[in-house]
């Protein structure tokens, strides 16, 4: 029962690698293509947006396809994407590159996830998907530090040549350990698209958004919060972004075991205690020790939220769940790309950077607001439909 879960979180390890492993490499690909930074940048845009209106596609595409291998051909795109990468010959060519290997990304993620829970008692589908999401947060804790340090020291090709293999090695482990599932020959796109307007479908997909704008509005610029207001250093950051991505690792298991538990309180409780751990360092950022410890929790309780909340799509999207997990996945990104902005305004406008948590914080009230409303209306429609049949 293991073994496909690891080889999914082998594919996300890979995928989460190559998504963040750029921001680390900004002034080398800068410097080989002729472009600025800020043109470098816009590579990290153009794969968040091809993620969130791209991948849908990919996903509608395939959805009368066989699961195991439409996630083979999903890891070959990020192959072939990775590759193209790593041979890109001018600005232009990476930025398409980096867009064919974002295709695979949100609709992987979805798709993976219904897989997930299909290969694991019902009792424990949200810990399956948490598994998967490991991937992820290694790819934070290990993948992107050390693709950063390959790329410093060999090139920046180097990495993506790298992750290539990584992907290989997850096909070969989707190829062994993944079962084949039977075609859902019922699947079609209208039926993809009809579990679109379920409420509690868009209320879960909102959370997702929310979730991630609380974190990136102050995660974004965390490098120069914590020089200038807890006063670290430069390598001091880089250990303390290890603590954190540790936090978040931890979270990830803890949320998936939550969700099993009771998936919607275990929500609303975690969207709460966000919303008083980064109120927490707000106060605690001018202090290096509170300030770290703060982050540890404020990393555990963010992507303890994760898991939780994409079993809460799948859960809701009974007739249509591959679109709609992999949408949840571009409501992440676009939750990510948002609170950059809305952090980017705030500086703008005359914010410090030690008053971005506060703006998460607000956020964050807002996310539990959201959540508690569909959980409002999801226990109405149980008490309906208990008093209808009391009647009955």
């Known amino acids: 029962m293991r073994l496909p879960l690891l080889a999914?979180?082998?594919a996300a390890f890979g995928i989460g690698t190559t998504e963040?492993?750029?921001?680390?490499?900004?002034?080398?690909?800068?410097q080989t293509l002729a472009v600025t930074i800020p043109q470098a940048g816009l590579l990290v845009t153009g794969y968040a947006l091809a993620v969130a209106f791209g991948s849908p596609l990919v996903a509608i595409a395939t959805a009368r396809l066989p699961r195991r291998q439409t996630l083979l051909g999903l890891m070959g795109i990020f192959i072939v994407g990775n590759t193209l990468c790593a041979l890109a010959p001018n600005y232009w060519s990476l930025m398409g590159a980096r867009v064919v290997t974002a295709l695979a990304h949100g609709a992987f993620f979805g798709i993976g996830s219904v897989v997930a829970t299909q290969v694991v008692p019902r009792n424990q589908r949200a810990q399956?998907?948490?598994?998967?999401?490991m991937g992820l947060t290694l790819a934070n804790v290990t993948g992107v530090p050390l693709g950063t340090l390959l790329g410093q020291a060999f090139g920046w090709r180097a990495t993506f040549w790298a992750v290539s293999l990584i992907g290989v090695a997850a096909v070969a482990a989707?190829?062994?350990?993944?079962?084949?599932?039977?075609?859902?020959?019922?699947?079609?796109?209208?039926?993809?698209?009809?579990?679109?307007?379920?409420p509690q479908v868009l209320l879960a997909?909102?959370?997702?958004?929310?979730?991630s704008v609380s974190l990136f509005t102050a995660f974004t610029y965390i490098t120069p919060l914590l020089e200038t207001v807890t006063g670290l250093s430069a390598h001091a950051v880089s250990l303390v972004l290890l603590v954190f991505g540790a936090g978040l690792t931890i979270g990830n298991l803890v949320g998936g075991r939550l969700a099993d538990w009771r998936l919607m309180p275990a929500v609303l409780a975690l969207f709460a205690l966000l919303v008083v751990v980064l109120l927490g360092f707000y106060v605690a950022s001018?202090?290096?020790?509170?300030a770290i410890a703060v982050m540890v929790v404020w990393g555990a309780t963010t992507f303890a939220i994760a898991s939780p909340l994409q079993m809460r799509v799948v859960d809701q999207a009974v007739d249509g769940p591959n679109l709609a997990a992999t949408l949840n996945q571009?409501?992440?990104?676009?939750g990510n790309a948002t609170g950059a902005w809305i952090g980017a305004m705030a500086i703008s406008a005359g914010w410090s950077y030690r008053d971005l948590p506060l703006l998460g914080a607000l956020v964050a009230m807002?996310?539990?607001?959201?959540t508690a409303l569909s959980y409002i209306l999801e226990r109405r429609a149980a008490w309906s439909e208990a008093g209808a049949a009391a009647r009955g």
């Open 128 to 133: 399956a998907i948490a598994l998967m999401f």
């Open 174 to 198: 989707l190829w062994v350990w993944v079962p084949a599932m039977p075609v859902d020959r019922s699947a079609n796109l209208l039926a993809e698209f009809r579990t679109l307007r379920r």
């Open 8 to 10: 999914l979180a082998v």
């Open 205 to 211: 997909m909102g959370m997702s958004v929310l979730s």
């Open 330 to 334: 571009g409501a992440f990104n676009l």
């Open 20 to 30: 963040f492993v750029i921001m680390g490499l900004l002034p080398e690909v800068a």
């Open 286 to 290: 001018p202090m290096p020790i509170p």
């Open 366 to 370: 807002l996310g539990f607001g959201v």
